[in-house]
């Protein structure tokens, strides 16, 4: 199981905080005349007194990963607000869809960021991946009793194959499975016990103490949430909860309401990319058998009834939330985080999904080979 870190790292900060969009220092060096002090643009690091990244990353250099994400900013600029806001959720509508950013860190520990990269948002049901990772380390390989690891091809919210699989749902990721993955979390725990570990789970991977819930958006999901309740009513009723429906939705609501933004999220998914191991923090998180079970779980059920085709079109294990947010990992390379409010008819990222067919094709990270 995971422990607690003690010291937080704080060593990979690339870029001003509070100003996005980012530019890089790359992109700016290539404006005629700019500088840090003309361009208002911190240079917060010497491009040409870093060393080349890496092997791992097959020849792919540094200043190739930070062009390749500034191609695909730019590529993504006159598309912003493509696709639809997640709007059954009151507070996700008021998110101006007007939004795009990147960030990828590589397993030796850079990040790389574009666009809207420090802005946080609501990660919604990539938390699901975390949820699982906490299960499947109090539950072991029991957690598989209650929920199954099949594609459901279904919505996220469907609730039709229940019945017939007699409130078994067919994956950790659609909303029914990650709310029995919650119920597992809290056995033995309060709510809030449950909502705490995750936290502090969530902050632990990504070495990053600031991580937060929004409690706003807890709350606007708690008060629309009608049809989460009929799945979890549905799921009681066949014995597939063990707590009081309204306090597991409590605890899911909350994790869904995680704030990252996605330098935060990409450095969290760091793990899952190293065999279980986060290398800026030095903590094994899973084993490496682990690591390998939950992406191929992303890459078949990590989008809904788009998972065909994400791993068509992208080819790495990912997840996707309806805040517009998606976590791929290219395994032994890189975790990358993109977020982009818009959804397609499926409810995922319209621009994200994009971007990263544009990044897979451009560093033949896919799986599935170049
Ligand atoms: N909180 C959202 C819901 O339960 C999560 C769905 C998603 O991100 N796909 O509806």
Aim: aromatic share 8%.
């Amino acid at each position: 199981m995971w422990e607690r870190a003690s010291n937080i790292s704080t060593s990979v900060v690339l870029m001003p905080c509070d100003r996005p969009p980012y530019i890089s220092p790359i992109r700016a060096a290539m404006i005629p005349h700019s500088s840090s002090r003309d361009s208002g643009i911190d240079f917060a690091f010497d491009v040409a007194n870093r060393t080349v990244v890496t092997l791992a990353n097959k020849g792919l250099g540094m200043q190739d990963i930070q062009l390749i994400i500034d191609r695909i900013y730019d590529a993504m600029v006159p598309r912003l607000g493509e696709g639809k806001v997640a709007d059954y959720i009151p507070e996700l509508a008021k998110v101006d869809p007007k939004q795009f950013g990147i960030a990828v860190t590589t397993v030796e520990g850079e990040t790389f960021v574009a666009g809207n990269a420090e802005v946080p948002f609501s990660i919604q049901s990539i938390s699901k991946v975390f949820m699982l990772t906490l299960a499947l380390g109090k539950a072991g390989e029991t957690v598989w009793n209650r929920v199954g690891r099949e594609p459901s091809g279904s919505s996220f919210n469907s609730i039709v194959q229940l019945e017939h699989e007699a409130g078994i749902p067919r994956n950790p990721f659609v909303n029914a499975g990650a709310i029995v993955v919650s119920d597992i979390v809290m056995a033995g725990h309060q709510p809030r016990e449950a909502i705490g570990e995750l936290l502090r789970f969530v902050q632990y991977v990504a070495d990053d103490d600031s991580i937060i819930i929004d409690n706003a958006v807890a709350k606007s999901e708690n008060a629309t949430g009608y049809r989460n309740y009929a799945l979890a009513n549905f799921m009681r009723s066949f014995g597939n909860l063990h707590h009081p429906v309204e306090n597991v939705l409590g605890v899911y609501f909350h994790q869904c309401a995680l704030a990252m933004t996605c330098h935060q999220l990409s450095r969290a998914g760091l793990f899952l990319a190293n065999q279980g191991r986060n290398p800026l923090s030095g903590h094994t998180v899973v084993s490496a058998r682990r690591a390998k079970r939950i992406n191929a779980l992303m890459l078949t059920c990590g989008h809904y009834d788009g998972s065909g085709d994400f791993a068509y079109s992208v080819g790495l294990p990912g997840k996707s939330g309806v805040g517009g947010g998606i976590l791929a990992i290219a395994p032994g390379k890189a975790s990358i985080a993109v977020w982009s409010p818009g959804l397609n008819k499926v409810g995922n990222s319209a621009l994200g999904s994009a971007a990263l067919e544009m990044l897979a094709n451009q560093t033949g990270w896919s799986v599935f080979g170049a």
